[in-house]
T-cell receptor, first 109, second 115 residues
Framework: GQQVMQIPQYQHVQEGEDFTTYCNSSTTLSNIQWYKQRPGGHPVFLIQLVKSGEVKKQKRLTFQFGEAKKNSSLHITATQTTDVGTYFCGHNAGNMLTFGGGTRLMVKP | GAVVSQHPSWVICKSGTSVKIECRSLDFQATTMFWYRQFPKQSLMLMATSNEGSKATYEQGVEKDKFLINHASLTLSTLTVTSAHPEDSSFYIC???????????FGPGTRLTVL
């Protein structure tokens, strides 16, 4: 499947600070999906983006799909301790979902 | 939302034991289910795609005879880790794909510890 690279691997923030994770591919992606996995839990689907330049918001979370459809970002405004977890981007190609390495977010209260 | 269940949630076994993990789609019929493996602090690695009524499709490097997959019904897929060894200890997660969508719903995972 197509490789998606995710950075950073880890991020420590103070509660209230913003957080961004980036997902990059060397090839054009038909879609990008974002998942959140709480510590000890399983991945939970957050959103799918399919259009070039698409921006979607879920409360404090903003998801973007690049114009070239080769990169995507997830931005969290004013992080809270409940945002702790690992955020994965993924690309769904037919029946295969390929994940990036994930960004582990830790929030200090 | 959709619910996918897994059983057992945690299993500890002796080396050489075969362990069966069940994955059930509770809200919809899933013709396609997936099995992933996740090591601590790492991403999910797709092991195989389970298709109802046909043989599973395994990813490169995954031993078919070691990880037996059966998708006997539209709501149940099983993964059997045969003759488990300590290096098989991991977190195994299944997912079910809702038909006509690109959305996968993940089970809660099964933590396997092989002594």
């Amino acid at each position: 499947g197509q490789q998606v690279m995710q950075i950073p691997q880890y991020q420590h923030v103070q509660e209230g600070e913003d957080f961004t994770t980036y997902c990059n591919s060397s090839t054009t992606l038909s879609n990008i999906q974002w998942y959140k996995q709480r510590p000890g839990g399983h991945p939970v689907f957050l959103i799918q983006l399919v259009k070039s330049g698409e921006v979607k918001k879920q409360k404090r979370l903003t998801f973007q799909f690049g114009e070239a459809k080769k990169n995507s970002s997830l931005h969290i405004t004013a992080t809270q301790t409940t945002d702790v977890g690992t955020y994965f981007c993924g690309h769904n190609a037919g029946n295969m979902l390929t994940f990036g390495g994930g960004t582990r977010l830790m929030v200090k209260p | 939302g959709a619910v996918v269940s897994q059983h057992p949630s945690w299993v500890i076994c002796k080396s050489g034991t075969s362990v069966k993990i069940e994955c059930r789609s509770l809200d919809f019929q899933a013709t396609t289910m997936f099995w992933y493996r996740q090591f601590p602090k790492q991403s999910l690695m797709l092991m195989a795609t389970s298709n109802e009524g046909s043989k599973a499709t395994y990813e490169q490097g995954v031993e078919k005879d070691k990880f037996l997959i059966n998708h006997a019904s539209l709501t149940l897929s099983t993964l059997t880790v045969t003759s488990a060894h300590p290096e098989d200890s991991s977190f195994y997660i299944c997912s079910a794909k809702r038909p006509a969508t690109d959305t996968q719903y993940f089970g809660p995972g099964t933590r396997l510890t092989v002594l």
